[in-house]
């Protein structure tokens, strides 16, 4: 539980599993003497690159970032066309205007909200050079089909994996897909260092992202300590977006029991959809059969009067009834920087806009919490539309 401002206790919609083990690592980083990127970052690095099965792996410090440089290292800018879907995260869309190129919208499946290989077939011209896939919530997108897509037009394909790490698409992780692919430790992710990422795939592309992510400096400091720190070249004008120990530290072990704690999100998510059978009013997220979704998210959709006013007014009141909620999330297109974005028909996406309610998921959950929260909306829904409205937790 977390007190609120007016001393109501609210049930919090996410809180990050750290234990004993995370804290002892991060206090032996501490007191190694060395806090930048190190021993502990290289680790991390190893350790997801063996997870996913990738040629190489840089961790970063967002999945923003690393999703900047996948850009980057691929060359992509000014007269390329990226596509990819509005139901994400901002980030998504922002590194590829940041490069100079032109992100085009398409529209998701409706089981899983996921970018829709028909939609993207539609897309391409002769300026697309690539997609760029969201894997939403965890559950993994319909990469079978993308991949192949993604080879007949020559295209390169990014995995936005924020959401996803501990995935499998038909036994296969998550993040393996790709030309590159991109994690997020944010805060309240599956695998967290408070603020970190991670970009993983092919060698040659890896590489040169780790260079400009390095302020294009040839030689790491780990490797040059002691007399040779002057032993360096610049050799292109990069940035600065390496993790450091202090962070990698928080990751190294969460990042070991991941099966565990995408086991015991399932598990919730399990108890979730099947209390939710007796409610109506609303549609609990879609499974495939050939997938294992890492359930970042537990995301319904609210049929309450069918706009976003209704579901927020469910989300308000769950608040008032002490349950903390969030939306994943406002379509891009709905921001004012983003109007204007060039983009396919989107109906899926906007209907999802108006009606997706992320539900408190996480390992620290109890079962009996899902129960509550259940109950909670239940009542929530029954109350009506009447409910006050107002705008719910939007976190990323
Ligand atoms: C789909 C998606 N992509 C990218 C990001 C950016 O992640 P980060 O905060 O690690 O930069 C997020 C953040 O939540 C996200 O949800």
Known sequence: MTALRDGTDL??????????????????????????????????ETEVRAL??????????????ALHLALLAAGIGAGDEVITTGLTFCASVNVVAAVGAEPVLVDVEDDTL???????????????????????????????????LAEAHGLLLFEDAAHAIGATYRGRPVGSFGDLAAFSFYANKVVTTGEGGMLVGRRDLVERARLIGRHGIDRPIWDRQGSRTRAYDVVLPGIKYNLSDVLAAIGLHQLRRVGELVDRRAALALAYTSRLRSVGGLV????????????????????????????????????????????????VHWFSQYRSIR???????????????????????????????VDALRDALAAGPAAEGGAPCTAS
């Open 11 to 44: 049930l919090p919609w996410h809180r990050p599993d750290i234990r004993d083990e995370d804290i002892a690592e991060v206090v032996d980083t501490l007191r190694s003497g060395w806090l930048t990127t190190g021993p502990k970052t290289e680790l991390l």
């Open 52 to 65: 996913v099965g990738a040629e190489a792996a840089f961790a970063v410090t967002s999945c923003t970032a």
């Open 114 to 148: 996921n970018i829709d290989p028909d939609a993207v077939r539609a897309a391409i011209t002769a300026r697309t050079k690539a997609v760029l896939v969201v894997h939403y919530a965890g559950h993994p997108a319909d990469m079978h089909r993308l991949t192949r």
């Open 284 to 331: 609990p997220p879609a499974v495939r059969a050939d997938v294992r979704s890492a359930w970042h998210l537990y995301v319904v959709r609210v049929r309450a009067d069918g706009t976003a006013a209704g579901r927020d007014a469910v989300a308000e009141d769950l608040r008032r009834r002490g349950v903390g909620t969030s939306v994943h999330f406002i379509p």
């Open 343 to 373: 983009r396919h028909d989107l109906p899926v996406t906007d209907r999802a806009g108006h009606e997706v309610l992320s539900l408190p998921c996480y390992p620290g959950l109890a079962t009996a919490d899902v129960t509550r929260v």
